[in-house]
């Protein structure tokens, strides 16, 4: 692997135990047959969750070829009578064999953990409380994703299919119960198990449309009839704090002081708490009170007004709560629930929520590359863009249009930064100057002029497939969810 970057090392020593020149084939031998093993469970994960797909398919076309050729390598080994052709058989499998096992390896493991599965459920729906009388029948079709179950990897073939059956069939009942909030139908009462049902539908539906996802946040339309409905969780619901979308919440920052805004009732953030799931929770990863996908403990939820003036909910589910952070809530918003009582567990949870704010500002939080990202962040180069723009221009008073239309968010250390919010800045650029060419020349000079030319080429490249209601609501890389989707 002469040449390779330090990545490459990395992911190399990690998946075969060995450095890129070992020299025995003893050790290079093992770690071809730990590569074999985890592409193998990785194969077999595909068999049992899609036997037909065109992924497993191709993966099980590879993974035999490979194998054949591992297995060759080894017969040749063991009839090689002289050093020399032994030597040239270890570095053909490490130098050659090893790297595309690999690639072969990350392919597959790619392929299952983007792989959307089909469930049809045909299911009845009950009283709020999960008794009484049946109200209607749910018979739809829906997208799981393994991904988002706890564990589900190392579960054997039965428990996977039995496990997939109750995710979809909490997605079917999620979804009915957003049509009934949207209808003005829903229950008197949000609970722990309608609220976990609808999450896990408007999470799918999120994937569906942007891919799987461990960790992020999406935008759904119905904000203010979906907030109010989730307001009545009164076993769970409690207002709190939040770093996400401060300028929505009333809490923006001006250049000097604190300039909080009074914000359209219900846009402060307000928090759940799903840990430990319901009852039987250690013995089943969706219980039938159930856990939060990909096992979140917490669901944290904030209407939010979008450039069209519709109202939408912000949703993000996180591993850790926030109880008694939100204690000024009240004063800006007159819908902020009251807080459950107080567990007391929660004061650890609000200090494992800070430690994990402050490893995701340095870059060091847990995520799975392998997934989509789905944060509400503009991406750091989009970002940086907008930054340069703002340096470049030259006059005072556009320089300052332009840094207004940036958003509030919070640093590691907990002080509020101004950020960049892409949509809310491109729409600033146009009211200031005009579309063309031209006019921004005119407004901002030339350099401010090529890197607004490189920003919008840039942006058309990343979300030139939103529509305008999508790209109008737009702060980052969230799921912008519409009322067609779900």
């Known amino acids: ?20 020149t070992e020299p025995s084939w003893d050790k290079v031998k093992a770690g071809m047959a730990n590569g074999q093993k985890e592409l193998r469970k990785w194969a077999d994960l595909l068999s049992d969750v899609a036997p037909l797909s ?3 398919h191709k993966v099980e076309t590879s993974r035999v070829t490979m194998e054949e050729a591992c297995t060759k390598c080894e017969e040749l080994y063991d009839k090689s009578g002289d050093a020399k052709s032994k030597r040239n058989i270890v570095s053909k499998v490490r130098d050659k064999i090893l790297p595309e096992l690999l690639k072969q390896i990350d392919e597959c493991r790619k392929a299952a953990k983007n792989l959307q599965v089909a469930q049809s459920v045909h299911t009845k729906v009950h009283g709020p409380d999960g008794s009484g ?9 829906v997208a799981v994703f393994w991904t988002d179950i706890p564990g589900f990897d190392s579960m054997d073939a039965k428990k996977r299919r039995a496990v997939m059956e109750k995710a979809a069939e909490k997605t079917a009942r999620g979804l009915d119960l957003y049509d009934q909030i949207i209808l003005g139908k829903a229950p008197e009462k949000a609970t722990r198990q309608n609220v976990t049902d609808l999450l896990w539908a408007l999470k799918s539906k999120a994937e569906e449309k ?3 996802y461990v960790r992020g946040a999406m935008t759904v339309p119905g904000g203010d009839k979906l907030r109010a409905f989730l307001d009545t969780c009164q076993e769970e619901v409690y207002p709190r704090s939040s770093s996400h979308l401060l300028e929505q919440q009333g809490k923006a920052k001006s250049s000097k002081e604190e300039m909080p805004r009074q914000p359209p009732p219900g846009q402060t953030a307000r928090g759940m708490d799903f840990y430990g799931g319901g009852k039987g929770l250690a013995k089943d990863p969706i219980d039938a009170d159930g856990l939060l996908p990909t096992g979140m403990n917490t669901l944290l939820y904030q209407q939010v007004t979008g450039e069209d003036g519709e109202k939408y909910l912000y949703l993000k589910m996180e591993t850790e709560g926030a109880y008694g952070s ?12 009251a807080p459950r009582p107080k567990r007391a567990v929660d004061t650890l949870h609000v200090l494992a929520h800070g430690v994990n704010f402050v490893k995701s500002k340095l870059g060091k939080g847990d995520s799975d590359k392998d997934l989509a990202d789905t944060r509400e962040e503009t991406p750091k180069h989009l970002a940086d863009l907008a930054k340069r723009i703002v340096e470049a221009v030259a006059d005072k008073a556009t320089k300052r249009a332009l840094a207004a239309s940036f958003g509030t968010g919070i640093n590691w250390i907990g002080q509020k930064k101004r950020v960049v919010r892409l949509n809310s800045f491109l729409d600033t650029l146009t009211k200031l100057a005009g579309a063309s060419v031209d006019a921004h020349r005119d407004a901002f000079g030339d350099k401010a002029t ?3 030319l490189e920003l919008t080429t840039a942006v058309e490249r ?12 737009r702060t980052g890389n969230e799921v912008m969810l519409t009322a067609g989707d779900i």
């Open 210 to 212: 942007n891919g799987p």
């Open 133 to 141: 009388d049946v109200e209607h029948d749910i018979d739809k079709d």
């Open 1 to 20: 692997m002469s040449g390779t970057d330090q990545s490459q090392v990395k992911a190399f020593k990690k998946a075969f135990n060995i450095k890129p």
């Open 54 to 56: 065109d992924a497993f």
């Open 462 to 473: 990343e979300y030139g497939e939103d529509t305008e209601e999508e790209f109008g609501r």
């Open 326 to 337: 939100g204690g000024g809530n009240k004063a800006l918003d007159p819908t902020a629930p």
């Open 450 to 452: 090529r890197l607004i």
